[in-house]
């Protein structure tokens, strides 16, 4: 089993910058892909960003140019940093560990292939 702890985020003028972290506990998670979501009021979780085993990374559209996805792999830590930040852009972030992809193939842009999920953080962008 794994635990994934988020922290950062917060509260942020437009044109801002914020990061998020998100460290795995309970095996190492190195092989593993990790994912960025959020989720908007009453909407389904959408996919943010992505990066495999061995740093393959996707984003979407939305956050491409903006916002930056790596990860520690001796930390058993993914990062995103978000850049630029838009009021459209506040939402609850969760981070996610998908353990069936394997480390070679770009991260999925599903919520369902992934297994473990953080907390959540709450990423507010004022106007």
């Known amino acids: 089993q794994v635990q994934l702890v988020q922290t950062g985020g917060g509260l942020v003028q437009a044109g801002g910058s914020l990061s998020l972290s998100c460290v795995a506990s309970?095996?190492?998670?190195?092989?593993?892909?990790m994912g960025w979501f959020r989720q908007f009021p009453g909407k389904e979780r959408e996919f943010v960003a992505g990066v495999s085993g061995i740093g393959i990374t996707n984003f979407a559209d939305s956050v491409k140019g903006r916002f930056t996805i790596s990860r520690d792999n001796g930390k058993n830590t993914a990062y995103l940093q978000m850049n630029s930040l838009k009021p459209e852009d506040t939402a609850v972030y969760f981070c996610?560990?998908?353990?069936?992809?394997?480390?070679?193939?770009?991260?999925?842009?599903?919520?369902?292939?992934?297994?473990?999920w953080g907390q959540g953080t709450q990423v507010t962008v004022s106007s």
């Open positions: 309970g095996r190492t998670v190195s092989s593993y892909a």
């Open positions: 996610a560990v998908d353990k069936s992809r394997g480390a070679f193939r770009p991260p999925s842009f599903w919520a369902q292939d992934y297994d473990y």
